[in-house]
């Protein structure tokens, strides 16, 4: 490696939501390592309540939990106000809560299963950019608003249906949005991903391991790994570590992007 960082967020206040497990737990560690407050944020009261503990514990900031689902607008506003009773101002907001759909095909997807999929993937990261922002206006605040995105997002084929219109969503959001925003110093980017190793794509190992016995899970994602052009999988603390610069005095002058974090998978 060419070069080494370290990122001090030290009295800097963020929030991460879907950020109990996975990609968003990977930021929002990332973040908590960096010393920062960190609003975590699921469905569910006891995982949140068990992350902020256990980030708490991981640098000098503070965390709180905030059980809610951002599919609702109502929970939405309860978490951006949970956040700013908590730490008085917000200076990163990261969307990272999703939802992919089971569907089989677009034809054949339901307007429930639309509606759910662009709540979840589209509109919450719309309403909670859009609240963080009337408060980073208000209160004077240059601050940063990363949004998740996948390649999905950018190609025009393959089995992605309404995830991948909702993440091509994304990224106009992102695109027009920041526009807006960078008037006010406030920086919109977003990250995006390909084949990224969570507890999701580990069981979906498992279950493909388990229709072919021939093959264990821990083979079928090294074989997953090795079909991107660097060779491994993609690790939560990779998309932390994009999340980091991009909200870091080091991209000041980087506005309306969208970071393909990939090992080189947006290239196929």
Known sequence: MVGHTEYDYTGESAIVTGSTKGIGRGIA???A???????????DENEVTDAADELADRGPGDAVGVAADVGDPAAIERLVETAVDAFGEIDLLVNNAATWPREDSLVESTLDQWNRTMDVNVRSQYYAAKLVA???IAEG????????TSQAGDRRTGPFGLYGISKTSINGLTWRMAQELAEHGIRM?????????TAQTRYEAEVEARDDPDRTAEEILRERGEKRPLGRLG????LADAVLWLASDRADYVVGDVVRVSGGGNLE
């Open 29 to 31: 560690e990332g973040l």
């Open 141 to 148: 605040v240059e601050g940063c608003i990363v949004n998740h």
């Open 235 to 238: 690790q939560p603390e990779d």
């Open 134 to 136: 009337e408060h980073m």
């Open 33 to 43: 390592d960096a010393g920062a407050n960190v609003v975590v944020n699921a469905r």
């Open 189 to 197: 980017n977003a990250v995006s991903t390909d084949v990224t190793e």
